[in-house]
């Protein structure tokens, strides 16, 4: 990951997000690593995927690496927790422990993917029934999302925001305008954190509270609803920020593992053994 980040910042980003996606989708069992094959479907093409999570180099690089020292041990579920935990650190967050022992599957869902994986779209009750469908609470939502504080987005995924939403400060809007246009330009990128986009801090929250969100599902953490005041705290309170966003991590992290003889460990991370 040290290789990965000093290449390009962003992708810690991209593995932190990789990880999500994969956890919300029967569980954290590295479905989402599956390649299509002729007569295989995975995940990689739904909707919230495709042209969208990227980082699947890395995760190749680094099982190569760990079956070269020590082969059919470590399972790509267990690899990608771990890169995210480390891209997080490496851009100045957090770092925790990571309980391992997942196993990978050897299916992947899209149509799972389409229905689980939240839009940029939807509004904060959808936003916490989503995460409450993964055993995740509103507060695990709103440290989660704290996650949107490295990385980048499409235009596409913003554009009705910066163009339509009146709770938006006119100088961010005008700003992510100039490279957003109303036609064209869909996947021209703006960071999700427009001060600190390669810093992995609380300035997500500062922006929140400026109404500098960036995603309509950013924003309506911060807009009179249930979670301003935790956003509020997290905004002058970074220590509070990581703590909880730790706490999160790890539950996102045991969401529906494969132990036991369930799943196998995946000798290539892209297809099953
Ligand atoms: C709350 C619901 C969420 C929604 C609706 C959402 C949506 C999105 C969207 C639309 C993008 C931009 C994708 C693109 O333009 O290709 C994005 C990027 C990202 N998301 Fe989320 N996200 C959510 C939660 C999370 C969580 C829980 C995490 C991790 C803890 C996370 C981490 C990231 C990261 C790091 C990026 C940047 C990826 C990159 O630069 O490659 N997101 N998200």
Request: proline share 4%; net charge positive; hydrophobic share 40%.
């Amino acid at each position: 990951m040290k290789q990965a980040i000093a290449t390009e910042p962003r992708i810690g980003a991209s593995i932190l997000r990789l990880f999500f996606h994969d956890c919300f989708v029967q569980g954290c069992d590295a479905s989402i690593l599956l390649d299509d094959t002729a007569t295989f479907i995975g995940e990689k093409t739904a909707f919230p995927n495709i042209n969208s999570v990227r980082g699947f180099e890395v995760i190749d690089n680094i099982k190569h690496n760990v079956e070269a020292a020590c082969n059919a041990t470590v399972s790509c579920a267990d690899i990608l927790a771990l890169a995210a935990r480390d891209g997080v650190v490496l851009l100045g967050g957090p770092s925790w422990k990571v309980p391992l022992g997942r196993r990978d599957s050897r299916t992947a869902n899209k149509s799972a993917a389409n229905r689980d994986l939240p839009s940029p779209f939807l509004n904060l009750s959808a936003l916490i029934t989503s995460f409450a469908h993964k055993g995740l609470t509103a507060k695990d939502l709103t440290a989660l999302s704290g996650g949107h504080t490295i990385g980048q987005a499409q235009c596409q995924f913003f554009r009705t925001r910066i163009y339509n939403e009146t709770n938006i400060d006119p100088n961010f809007a005008t700003t992510r305008r100039a490279t957003c246009p109303v036609s064209g330009g869909n996947t021209n990128l703006a960071p999700l954190d427009t001060v600190t986009p390669t810093h992995f801090d609380n300035n997500y929250y500062t922006n929140l509270v400026n109404q500098r969100g960036l995603l309509h599902s950013d924003q309506v953490l911060f807009n009179g609803g249930s979670q301003d005041s935790l956003v509020s705290s997290y905004s002058g309170n970074s220590a509070a920020f990581f703590k909880d966003f730790v706490v999160a991590m790890v539950k996102m992290g045991n969401i529906s593992p494969l132990t036991g003889t369930n799943g196998e460990i995946r000798r290539n991370c892209r297809v099953v053994n």
